[in-house]
């Protein structure tokens, strides 16, 4: 009996952990922006949209008030722009806020999630877009440049909170665009990774209620 419980609580652990490795796995868009590690940076890629075609950005940029703020620019004089505010509050962007301008034709920018080689699962897309600067743009979640069919949208600002299927490879694009003027608008996301339990965790499942039964019977 005692050997029978032993494994039933061996199994438990097994089921309960076994394909949950990335569970509870944070992505922060803020946070986790550099302009000094690459681009790609880990799962993020900074870039904007021309014709239709994500472009990463290869030109780092130092904006804000001090000029000391990182960013990625593309090549229409150091637009469309994300940058990351480190100073003081200026062009609507408070400090430590991550702020994306579109460009001169209302090139789209873009904070892009790739997902992990490794995992796959549901994803919650949590946080915010804020109004900035006095220019009215729009804003936009996209999944893998699918460009015409936001999963959410709205003009110049907006919260959100998304649940969404992914498999390796999907993309999650966080987007500021139709507009140029006064186009600094912040943003604030996290992608939190809810992976789908393993064949492996089912299949202790399955053998911890055969067990279960084998033991009520014997108890019987």
């Not at 946080?127 to 949208?153: A, E, R, T």
Request: charged fraction near 10%.
């Amino acid at each position: 009996m005692r050997r029978l419980t032993l494994v039933l609580c061996f199994m438990c652990l097994v089921a309960l952990t076994t394909g949950s490795a990335l569970a509870d796995t944070i992505w922060d868009v803020n946070s986790q922006f550099s302009n000094t590690k690459g681009n790609p940076n880990g799962a993020w890629s900074y870039g904007w949209v021309n014709n239709s075609a994500f472009q990463l950005y290869e030109i780092t940029s130092q904006g804000g008030a001090n000029g000391t703020s990182p960013g990625w620019c593309g090549p229409y004089n150091g637009v469309p722009v994300i940058w990351k505010n480190t100073g003081v509050p200026i062009y609507a962007v408070e400090t430590g806020q991550l702020s994306l301008h579109p460009g001169p034709d209302s090139q789209m920018c873009v904070a892009q999630w790739t997902a992990p080689a490794d995992w796959s699962g549901s994803a919650a897309i949590q946080g915010q877009f804020f109004p900035g600067d006095s220019g009215i743009m729009q804003v936009g979640i996209f999944k893998n440049g699918d460009w015409g069919s936001p999963l959410w949208s709205a003009s110049d600002s907006g919260s959100f909170n998304l649940s969404e299927q992914i498999v390796a490879g999907d993309t999650i694009d966080f987007g500021v665009y139709g507009g140029f003027s006064y186009g600094n608008t912040p943003l604030e996301a996290t992608i939190t990774a809810v992976p789908e339990p393993s064949t492996f965790g089912l299949l202790s499942i399955g053998a911890i209620s055969l067990l279960a039964c084998a033991w009520r019977r014997r108890k019987a």
